[in-house]
């Protein structure tokens, strides 16, 4: 495209994305690191007090084990649905690929405070678990971590489906037959063809699961209690309870950092996959 319209016209194309991109996100990023480290004069006193005090140290502990929980749960029931959806025939696939989509479509508020009705104490599982065990199976899956990771998992399921389903789609199908004719067995081929030709997709569900899972503020606001506070909470109890905007700004920051070095760790290992390299050679 370069070459035919020159390098002039491409720049003129990609103007408008560029503009939109420096106007609603690198500048609103700006003033938020700004904020962090100004405050009539440059100082790091916003990020001194953060790390000085209990609560931020807590928030960060709760916010990365809940996120790690819910990336690897998520991530590994999406393979098993997407392991499903791709040993169907094309029209039952577009069936279940609707039928993942459709959570897609509902609103993550929704979709959390539909939650308390089948976790809360009266809820369909505790109903179900006190007519099979007695009133003694009766547990706490609201406020508290348990019912935070169930809705993480029941947002975050679709975007984990469909990279890991793109990679099952890509496996050419002849290579797992050839390892059959050899006498290899359903778990070796999966261990040793299937699951290393679809790591960059399982790697890209856990990128998108973990980001997300890292910044999400309506389902730990909704089932979660004050002991299972997430990074994305805190910065909400900063600006709109304690008004203290450069501290909510050095959060914001902490959190871009993490996910920026999460990302950067699951590149640097996608890349040193040989199987990767074996594949994309």
């Not at 016209?9 to 560029?18: I, T, V």
């Not at 503009?19 to 100082?43: E, H, M, N, Q, R």
């Not at 990336?71 to 040993?87: F, N, P, Q």
Request: some cysteine; proline content about 4%.
């Amino acid at each position: 495209m370069v070459s035919m319209l020159g390098k002039r016209h491409a720049a003129l194309l990609l103007m408008p994305a560029c503009l939109l991109l420096l106007v609603f996100f690198l500048y609103p990023l700006g003033v938020v690191a700004w904020k962090s480290i100004y405050a009539d004069g440059f100082t790091l006193a916003a990020y001194r007090a953060l790390f000085d005090g209990p609560l931020f140290s807590k928030v960060l502990t709760n916010t990365l084990r809940v996120s790690v929980i819910a990336t690897l749960l998520s991530t590994l029931a999406g393979y098993c649905i997407a392991v499903h959806i791709a040993r169907q025939s094309a029209s039952k696939r577009l069936i279940f690929l609707t039928l993942v989509m459709v959570p897609l479509w509902t609103s993550v508020l929704v979709k959390s405070f539909s939650l308390t009705v089948l976790l809360g104490d009266q809820g369909l599982v505790n109903q179900a678990l006190v007519a099979l065990f007695g009133e003694q199976a009766r547990v706490q899956l609201l406020f508290n971590g348990v019912g935070v990771i169930i809705g993480m998992i029941n947002y975050l399921l679709p975007f984990t489906v469909f990279p890991i389903l793109a990679s099952l789609l890509a496996v050419d199908p002849l290579l797992a037959r050839a390892a059959r004719l050899m006498g290899a067995g359903p778990i070796r081929i999966f261990l040793r063809i299937t699951l290393p030709l679809t790591m960059p997709g399982v790697m890209a569900a856990t990128l998108m699961a973990m980001t997300l899972s890292l910044g999400m503020f309506v389902t730990p606001a909704l089932l979660g209690g004050r002991q299972d506070m997430m990074m994305a909470n805190l910065v909400d109890l900063y600006t709109r309870q304690i008004l203290d905007w450069e501290g909510a700004s050095a959060i914001a920051m902490v959190l871009l950092a993490i996910s920026g070095a999460f990302i950067l760790m699951l590149l640097k290992i996608q890349s040193a996959n040989p199987a990767q390299k074996e594949h994309t050679a």
